[in-house]
């Protein structure tokens, strides 16, 4: 995560359990994990308490914050309150909705969402197509879970239905079709930092050549 921020880009979690079983994993990804960290975007009934917010007691105003719950209540919130739920790097309880339309939150307050995930989940299509540029890891690749698959497709008594590597290949190709990039291994994630560093240092060069160009105009006429 501190590559990234290097990066400049902020990385942001959207987990499907709620905050108590995301807590682990976030910390070890290195993400925050203290007093609000996390917004749910599981939607409350009016009155309901979260039974799993994670608040802190080392100071009474930790424990009396509150973010909202909800895609609604967000958006609520970012007009009524103040940006903070742009600025978490946790959201729990989300799905494929959820998380779309907070991608799309995102977006109206003017971020570019760079949207990665796992490519040949359907559910991750929407997401992917939503995203300002998305990638797709495509772990199926890897040599140990395409053994695993293929094992079990010839454990199968039905022989048409086993699994061939170039099916998994076109599966996952549709899946990431709206990806810019769909990086093999779960590892390939490591090289995203490099790939953005190098997007950035186009970017400005192109910049740079077009003012320059259009320097060079105004000084000929």
């Known amino acids: ?13 959207f987990s499907p359990r709620n905050m108590r079983r995301t807590k682990e994993v976030a910390s070890q990804m290195g993400i925050d994990v203290a007093w609000n960290c996390a917004i749910s975007l599981r939607p ?12 802190s ?10 973010l909202p719950h909800g895609i609604v209540n967000v958006r609520k919130h970012l007009k009524e309150v103040d940006n903070v739920p742009l600025l978490v790097s946790l959201f729990t309880d989300v799905t494929k909705e959820s998380t779309a339309d907070m991608v799309d939150t995102f977006q109206e307050y003017n971020d570019t969402v760079i949207a990665m995930g796992i490519s040949h989940l ?29 094992g079990l497709s010839l454990l199968s ?25 769909r990086l093999k291994g779960a590892t390939s994630a490591a090289y995203m930092p ?20 259009m320097a060079g105009c105004l000084s000929f006429s």
């Not at 359907?122 to 890897?142: H, K, Q, Y």
């Not at 170039?166 to 990039?181: G, K, P, Q």
Request: charged share 25%; hydrophobic share 45%; with cysteine.
């Open 1 to 13: 995560l501190i590559v990234f921020g290097e990066a400049g880009v902020r990385f942001v979690y």
């Open 44 to 55: 409350l009934d009016e009155g309901e308490l979260d039974a799993h917010r994670m608040v």
């Open 57 to 66: 007691n080392y100071a009474d105003w930790d424990v009396n914050a509150k």
């Open 122 to 150: 359907s559910r991750n299509t929407n997401i992917f197509e939503t995203a300002d540029l998305s990638i797709g890891i495509d772990i199926l690749s890897e040599k140990n879970i395409l053994n695993k698959v293929m």
């Open 157 to 181: 008594e039905d022989h048409n239905a086993c699994v061939q590597p170039a099916e998994l290949e076109l599966v996952t190709a549709i899946s990431a079709s709206n990806c810019a990039f």
């Open 194 to 213: 490099e790939i953005i560093r190098s997007g950035r240092a186009a970017l400005e060069g192109a910049k740079s050549g077009v003012m320059f160009a």
